[in-house]
């Protein structure tokens, strides 16, 4: 019954609103009556009967009434009233015949080989009353619409309107547009009438469009909920691709209605909404809201920077000053305009919540010095603009306090000071707080430990220096070692551990920084896990080379190791021994090793690095072997290293060296020499000589920006470091070199990011320059 009823009235709507009923209404009733499993037999059979109720009451409404009243059809055809009485009489033959057929027994009729049963003469009575029921409301309703002189007598009119209702159903135009007015109109005598226009107009958006509104509507709602797994898939492709676009489109929209509020502030207010306003609110009102849009435009600008950042509390935040600005707009001026663009930005921030997911990322009333120079320009042009307009009222000290409807000036220097006073809180907040904040390092986990012992790579043991951070994955296969610059989140080398687990905490790496708002850089990679930084948005750049030496090939046979015989020959005129220190035998000589360390740093002038060189911590080198030189078998120590080892004898390499003040210029060249003999007969496969900057960088001019400026730096900036003497002094070993490479974000991140980790490096900006 209700899939009956709503068939029936959704259909009725669609046909007389568009026409063409046997397409349209038809159609959407066919359609609702397949979804409920009928056959096309069984469907044809309710939409015979539907036409049966309409049309029986046509022919019973028009027939009864020509008979009982005529002068209906002869004020629009040339009838005589025996002519109407017969058309009439006819009418209501037709529907005797029908009744008595179907009154005899159960009729049917065959369809396209389908039997399709009759009602019976009971069920054709009711039908005639339902549809009785239907025209009489709608012609009841178009005759309490029409002007009263016209209403020359109701059976008259209800000939007319069923005679114009057929003729438009026949017509088969949209809802009979035209052909019913110009029936009605002609029937009526009410050419030129512009008031039966009216009528006539109101009854078709009554009893034509409003109903086929509701229709449309709940066909639309019934699609959506029918086909709701595709729309959500839609909606949600959409809101994908809308996402990113988001934060920026919300910072420059709180950024533009943010200037709108602050000039608002400085120019007069209609004076016809204003007097609107002294009806509706106490000046008191007015003056505050002035004040609080002034400063929320203010605040708006200051937002705009951490919406693009994607803060969770700068969305927080704005959605409150928004809705503040809104209220306030309204209430200083009835700004509707400004109103609305307000809370259509507070929508549009409301409807993607999930745009904005950094819970991290600096204060929010810190802002750059780029930034805060434009705010001051626009404060600037916002004082500017108001003392233009403003110019012929006269200043006196009491203009302060002066609160009048009319105090256009006052309002206008109030919420200047009271801007000058937030923007100067802001300027000092960020200056004193300029410095970002850094994380602190973490105690170095257990599972850190055990998969250093466990890597093949050099470079790993850097992780126990005891001043990074670890992300480690949940299997424990893998970790990363990072640093926190506070602008930067960059880790020392590659993931540890396995490749797989590796390549996800690169991605989870990447995820973290851009969750808390940090740059994200992996410094000092090789080119195992490339395609994972690139996947990642990340941009390659070569920083130098690290030198390789294979153990199996390493001898001092030949000419070109002349030099490397006259200094180990040397060492051994002087009495010079090599010898490896066990790392349980390390702590005993960490005395005597610091001895060498304070001396080297003295010379040097230099302090303790950090980061991805080691420092002279006592916990740290206790974890590692030490190859020492003495003077003598017994005597003092003059240099020292401590060596790092590859797990299955893949690699050796040394992090700390150093040497006493007047330790022989060959002590380093004999202290390598023998580290790589000792690792040779150890059976190790190859040599870490470390890092030679910028070594190896192209200056072509198709090579990339970077590339030549490093080979720049490479070659000139031998005065701030020895750059081609440190590659010069590791080729006399006959490396193979392998590329350093930085994964960072593009553009001019790089130097940035450089610079930062010599500062990690160095131990600060201090130890960086000196």
Partial sequence: MAQAAYASTVGNAVSNFLGFSYLTGMGVRFRTYAAIGLDIAEISAILGTAWISFWGAVLLVGGGVLVIHPLGLSRILPLGD??????????????????????????????????????????????????????????????????????????????????????????HAPGGIGVFEATMIAGLGAAGRSDVLVSLLIYRLIYYALPFAVAAASLAILWLRDRRGAVRGVLGTGRAILTPLIPPAAAGSAFLAGIVLMLSGSVPADSGRIALLRDLLPLSAVELSHLLASIAGLLLIVLARGL??????????????????????????????????LVAIMGLLAS????????????????????????????????????????????SADLWWRFAWSGDASRFLRASLAMAVVLAAIAANSLISARARRAAPEPIPDVVRRLVSESTDT?????????????????????????????????????????????????????????EG????????????????????????????????????????????????????????????????????????????????????????????GFALGAFEPAYLSNFDHAVLRRGARGPVIAFANILKGANRSQLSVDLMRHVADAPRYTMDVLFIELLLWGKAEGYATFSLGAAPFAGMEAHRLAPLWSRAG???????ERFYHFEGLRAWKEKFDPDWAPNYLACPGGIAAPAVLYEVNVLISSGVRGLLS
Wanted: proline share 4%.
């Fill in 459 to 515: 470079e790993a043991p850097l992780a126990l220096l005891g001043d990074k951070n670890f992300l480690v994955s949940e299997d424990g296969a893998a970790f990363v070692q990072y640093a926190d610059t506070g602008r930067t989140l960059v880790t020392k080398g590659d993931p540890v551990g396995d490749p797989a687990a590796g390549r996800a905490l690169i991605r989870a790496f990447r995820a973290k920084a851009d969750r």
């Fill in 352 to 395: 993607f919540r999930g745009a904005f997911y950094r819970v991290e990322g600096g204060p929010l009333l810190r802002l750059t010095p780029g930034t805060l120079s434009t705010l001051l320009i626009l404060f600037a042009a916002a004082l500017w603009i108001g003392f233009v307009v403003h110019r012929n009222t006269a200043y």
């Fill in 518 to 609: 940090r740059r994200c850089a992996f410094y000092a990679v090789s080119t195992r896990y490339l395609p994972s930084y690139l996947d990642q948005g990340l941009t390659i750049v070569k920083i130098g080379e690290i030198g390789i030496v294979n153990l199996a090939a390493f001898d001092l046979a030949g000419s070109h190791r002349k030099e490397l015989r006259n200094s180990r020959s040397r060492a051994g005129r002087d009495d010079v021994v090599f010898e490896i220190i066990p790392a349980v035998d390390v702590p005993a000589i960490l005395p005597e090793l610091a001895r060498v360390s304070d001396d080297w740093l003295t010379l040097k002038s230099g302090e303790e690095k």
């Fill in 82 to 171: 025996a002519l109407e009485v017969g058309i009439g009489a006819a009418l209501l033959g037709v529907l005797c015949v029908a009744f008595a057929w179907t009154g005899t027994g159960a009729r049917s009729v065959t369809l396209l080989g389908h039997r399709i049963a009759l009602p019976d003469a009971a069920s054709l009575a009711l039908l005639l009353g339902a549809g009785l029921v239907d025209m009489l409301g709608a012609a009841l309703a178009l005759w309490v619409l029409l002007p009263a002189d016209l209403a020359a007598g109701l059976p008259a009119f209800l000939v007319l309107y069923g005679a114009a209702t057929a003729l438009g159903v026949l017509s």
């Fill in 711 to 717: 080979a720049l730096i490479y070659e000139h900036g």
């Fill in 308 to 341: 693009y950042l994607r803060l969770w509390r700068a969305w927080l935040l704005a959605l409150g000053v928004l809705g503040l600005a809104a209220i306030a707009s309204l209430a200083k001026g009835l700004d509707g305009t400004e109103s609305v663009v």
